[in-house]
């Protein structure tokens, strides 16, 4: 007895086989004996199809084996389509919303959205576990009543309120692009800015505290506090940068010909920045008496964050 039939759009061999791997997965009707599975392609050449039907094993329930197969398939597939199809569901609807200006510009847009879908960070997971979850009973709920799922009409007629959310994140993978992007041209700015700017002091000391704090120091080090910065520079500031802006402004305006940055956290988003702004005008110390202050510093720090 034949239980479905599914229909999905052929993408090449390996999806097909992920696909089916994500059907058949150690908890399946399937993997346990109870249903078999057949895939052939279709006979006009749209795609793959699988049937699924009950091996009529001796003692097993028919019904049940129906509902097991049903909870197998919802599953899987709600696990394929935000695991493996998502991104490329994003990437059309991007195509669809956006005039790109070249393929380099829609590859930063689509590498901004897969981030975002792919959980990295806490939030992102849990989003990701809402979407497979809404999937998931949608799927459940259509199999209850039909026999035969064409996958890619289902996401395209079915997960409406899915698809909004992608154009969503779609949107803020855009205002992200350009974010960065105008970040970039400010850095450039500042960086053909201070390439051409005279030195005005022979040395400063930057002295860098957790993430955001910084105490700055002449060749004795002997704190200095730095003149304000007039003109396109601060007003440059002032609109495009954030946290970052009071150093960098502080530096621009000492124009030091060397700035020797003490930290613990040579890794910080921040130190890129002053590094790239500054090039070879910078050098990281890691291992002076500051330093070495800086680490004992951090480390209880540290330690209660890990043991938390």
Request: glycine share 6%; hydrophobic share 35%.
């Amino acid at each position: 007895m034949d239980f479905f039939s599914l229909h999905m759009a052929t993408r090449g061999l390996p999806t097909e086989r992920r696909f089916l791997d994500y059907i058949c997965d150690e908890e399946s009707a399937v993997h346990k004996g109870a249903a078999r599975i057949k895939t052939h392609y279709a006979p006009d050449g749209s795609g793959l199809l699988v049937v699924l039907s009950a091996t009529g094993k001796e003692g097993t329930n028919t019904d049940e084996v129906r509902r097991q197969v049903i909870e197998d398939l919802a599953r899987g597939i709600s696990r394929f389509i935000v695991e493996v199809k998502e991104v490329e569901l994003a990437g059309e609807e991007a195509s669809k919303r956006y005039r790109f200006s070249s393929r380099e510009e829609e590859e930063a847009v689509a590498g901004f959205c897969a981030k975002m879908l792919s959980g990295e960070e806490e939030g992102d997971r849990a989003a990701q576990r809402y979407r497979m979850n809404e999937i998931r009973t949608a799927l459940a709920s259509y199999l209850e009543e039909a026999r035969y799922l064409d996958i890619d009409g289902f996401i395209e007629f079915r997960l409406k309120a899915y698809k909004d959310k992608l154009r969503e994140m779609v949107d803020l993978a855009m205002e992200e692009y350009l974010l960065d992007q105008q970040y970039e041209e400010f850095i450039h700015l500042l960086q053909y800015f201070v390439h051409f700017q005279e030195p005005l002091t022979q040395l400063v000391h930057l002295i860098h505290k957790d993430d955001q704090e910084f105490g700055i120091y002449n060749e004795q080090f002997a704190k200095i506090t730095p003149p304000s910065v007039g003109g396109v520079i601060a007003q440059m500031a002032d609109q495009e940068m954030e946290m970052e802006d009071m150093v960098v402004s502080a530096l621009i305006s000492l124009s030091p010909q060397r700035i020797h940055i003490h930290t613990s956290r040579p890794e910080a988003q921040i130190i890129a920045t002053i590094t790239r702004i500054f090039g070879e005008r910078v050098q990281l110390c890691l291992q002076c008496a500051h330093c070495i202050s800086l680490s004992k510093e951090s480390r209880p720090k540290n330690q209660e964050t890990s043991g938390s």
